[in-house]
């Protein structure tokens, strides 16, 4: 089945403690993309990636890193998190050339 | 002013009404626009994309009008399934890449 998975599905993490978000894919998809989702702000991309070792900043993108070592996944790391981190995060991936982007199911993430 | 706008509702409809929502952009050069479902926190899916000569799929149609730069979703006979939230997506090119910028999107909630 194609489909973009992200893990942890929920997390409660305290300040400061380096998390890692892992996102894949097994469509081949070139694109990918980080998403957060805030209540009255909609989603705003925090990093792309056009494909392996190509990555950008979005919107958003202070506090958060990412990697992309290999086609089909895309992590997100917080060094240090803080409580405005704290959001419903969604990867996404695409095919060059395609409209579609396809969703992972979400992670919610509380920073206390 | 943003981006994308949206009204973020809610839109409360009796079922079988009809309802239309609108979406401005800001950017003139923005080239792509999508309408996306999300229901319930959960991750959005693609509804459909919109072009200019306008499109239509059983009981959604889109129209895009690049003069006044909006873009428009009109739901016809709706079903209680419909109840999500709709959000309105602009690409618009630039530095290689594509930038995606999403609405915060118009919740609808069909009632019985």
């Known amino acids: 089945e194609a489909q973009v998975t992200q893990n942890p599905r929920y997390l409660i993490t305290v300040t400061g403690k380096k998390l890692t978000v892992t996102c894949s894919q097994n469509m081949n998809h070139e694109y990918m993309s980080w998403y957060r989702q805030d209540p009255g702000l909609g989603l705003r991309q925090i990093y792309y990636?056009?494909?392996?070792?190509?990555?950008d900043k979005g919107d958003v993108p202070e506090g958060y890193k990412v990697s992309r070592k290999e086609k089909r996944n895309f992590p997100l790391i917080l060094e240090s998190p803080s409580p405005n981190q704290t959001s419903l995060y969604f990867c996404a991936s695409r095919l060059g050339g395609s409209e579609t982007q396809y969703f992972g199911p979400g992670t919610r993430l509380l920073v206390l | 002013r943003k981006e994308v706008e949206q009204d973020p509702g809610p839109f409360n409809v009796p079922e079988g009404a009809t309802v239309a929502f609108n979406c401005t952009y800001s950017?003139?050069?923005?080239?792509?626009f999508f309408w996306y479902r999300q229901d319930c926190r959960k991750e959005p899916k693609l509804l459909m994309s919109v072009y200019s000569s306008g499109n239509e799929d059983g009981r959604f149609t889109a129209q895009l009008n690049r003069a006044s730069q909006y873009i428009s979703l009109l739901i016809r006979d709706s079903k209680l399934s419909d109840s999500a939230t709709y959000l309105c997506?602009?690409?618009?090119?630039?530095?290689?890449?594509?930038?995606?910028?999403f609405g915060i999107g118009t919740k609808l909630q069909v009632i019985p």
């Open positions: 990636s056009m494909n392996v070792e190509v990555t």
């Open positions: 950017n003139s050069a923005s080239q792509s």
């Open positions: 997506v602009v690409r618009t090119p630039g530095g290689g890449y594509q930038k995606v910028t």
